[in-house]
């Protein structure tokens, strides 16, 4: 399994952290730094990881950088109507061939969800600071290793059933909110040759990631999103094929 | 879709509302009476229903009464290891064959669950009479039309996961408790030709089953696993069959 | 279970049809046609049926009918191009509102699917008229009620492995085609409010749509998928809700 | 993820080898060392493995052995019903307690399959030694990978739908046969904290052990099923919680 090591790039709106003050003293750096650095610390190695934001040409992801990311971690909350439909259109496509995504927290109103998994991603929710509790329910998923369970987040945004997703191809975490309310707060996705990691901690008024158990499931989630590291694959296309093609010695490598 | 009756029995271990006075006051001619008259309340000239319990020759569930029967509704907690093993093994063959299952609480820990699902049931619990909220995660499944989301169950015993169960073919419910825990707590199967459906909410100090919504969660369960009433199929079994057999023309039924 | 008909929308394409002299000896008043009468024929005074084609101003899909239609049938292939993006974001509203989806054969690669399920829907292909058997691997399933186990369609197009499509919610129906290959041909879907099925038999050049089969596999898919009838109903909408909002008596009917 | 080797002890029933010509020329060790050697070759240092047979005592799978394994392969046809039910017993705890499990071929009638999935695993059968081609429907799938999309086996047993078998957590591989059956060859279940593999190619009168691409299935497999190796592991097993108790500090590690 000696493999080149998984390039991550880590995507953060950045519009609250600079200005909102309250939540610039949580993530001084941009809530991307402090997620890119989480990962990076856990991962070491076996990871290579940038960072890039709204404000950058192409919001930072122009083909070359999209063409050499393995796994992409998408922050958005703000403005996510802000976020060019040109790149939106490379990320799906990327994602379709292969790159792995996780999707954060608000990233359930983005484009890139809705256009991945075709429903709406609404919520019901509330911010009021109140106490959200993770727990596992696939316990033998690579994403949920070492994970406690459960695990206690003091403060979070609510965010609660029904939440308009398709049923997940695996759900790893379910979280309970101090009002009661219940939430799929980890999800799997298998969209054509991509992994997809829903994951709903993380407002931006707490220190979510700065929380040892969140980055470790951020950690797993990049690992678990890696696989097979396709970057060189191209979505899946519709092909003729004659009568009898898979008879004859496959001269080349799978093409799955 | 005029049909016949729907055929359904309930069963009820039937121990504690003899021996526990509170459960008594609660339940005065038991459990699985009100449960029934739940089913036939709501469902009308739709169901023909029975009751049985622990106590009667075979349980009451001899085979002629197993025959007649298209949904099976199961509630047992102080004496799953006093069901007989013969029993166990005929319900599982029905519900192979075709029979609707529904499995309430402390079934979890019953041999017929076992039998069927392969898992332990097991959970963490607690009994202090707290608050359950249960939330409905598939607004499109026929087992939650007309189902508040969600409804409150002032006091309920706590079951928390993680839930050993399979990963259920769809997750209809999710409840949380007062204390913080989750519970999927309404959970679809099919095995063989038969629905199973298993739901939390049910514990013997509480009227949970006087409950409307939780009336309603009942009958709509039954309408789902009565599915087909395939009341005089037997399970799948292999069968041999000669190369090009199915090009002949089909003079009978459809065997699925 | 008494309930208004089910109003089915039957859109074609109707282009083969009209150009193609083979196509129009086996449809000559159109696939639409067929397939509608079809169901109007199995499902009778359960339904209402009506037929638009891609012509038609807006696509024969106005406001007012697929605010009036609670499932709609689809088939196109040689136009997907033309079919208007803002109809295309009506249908899908729609969906998610709770409006069901059949989406046949050539379908596969329509803007529609593609909006709900967010992959290419890509297959490899053929079409040297080879015969295609139809397995059921979901017995229980309403679909395959009353459909034999398997059953033949003598020529048909190819379509095989690997199909870009998420995971099926519930997997129906597997075919085999003479040169081998394999293809999930009954597939079912639940986005937001709605049921969606694709049904991959259906290649304009031979009768497929005439085939009692296929006729019944149609119409228990419109009754699947009519599931609740939601026709006055909205996609789901994030809303913010107050601490303890669903501690309070529920005066009104159940949201979802 | 520098861990110990995975622990692999390969079972055969070990009878057909001995007892029939045919099969002895093709597995003059028998099956077991033939799939031994396989996994040992594909997976080198990565692995330990070792082979057992029916006829030891306990049938080779003592309580030091499994407690010492984490992965168990499966092959039995003839002798589904020699096997010890206590046997049978304890690798049904040790697949719930974290150990993996290949169930190979005509282990779809074993007892620790109908133990662990609940169904008969009934199929439809003919042994004309047809051609079977194996097709991959999850391309992102770890047990996929490297496996020619499809490949062929020359000659094969005919196992064909309706397979009763619960809906799998993930279906891998299906297959087509030259008679035009269908079937799901490949599929993925969690049990407890045990991952499941079932793959039907295998019958003992073919040399389908010594093809390549099955090969690296099984190799595959192996790896999948390893995940995580907790062989000091219990099952689940229900356990009561004081409220409140996850507030404390987490002394140990997690449970899941």
Known sequence: MSRTPIHVMVWGENIHERHNERVRAIYPRGMHRTIADAIASHLGADVN??????????????????????????????????????????????????????LLHSSQGSKILARLLGT??????????????VWTVSPSHPIAEGVPNPFVIPQQEMYGEFFDIPQPDELVFISSFAGGEVFRSGCCFTRGRGRIF????????????????????????????????????APFQSEK??????T????????A
Chains 1, 2, 3, 4 share one sequence.
């Open 120 to 133: 709406s991603g609404s919520v019901r929710w509330r911010d009021v600071g109140e106490r959200e509790v």
């Open 198 to 233: 829903y994951f709903s901690p993380g407002h931006e008024f707490y220190p979510v990631y700065h929380q040892a158990e969140v980055q470790r499931v951020l950690a797993n989630a990049v690992r678990w999103a890696a696989f097979g590291q396709r970057r060189q694959q």
């Open 49 to 102: 990881v940038r960072t890039a934001t709204l404000e950058e040409p192409e919001h930072g992801l122009a083909d070359e950088v999209l063409q050499t990311t393995d796994v992409l971690s998408w922050w958005g909350h703000a403005a996510h109507d802000r976020v060019d439909d040109a790149v939106v259109e490379k990320v799906h496509r990327r994602v379709l061939g292969g790159m792995g995504l996780l």
């Open 248 to 255: 004859e010695p496959l001269a080349t490598a799978p093409e």
């Open 241 to 246: 094929k004659p009568m009898g093609w898979f």
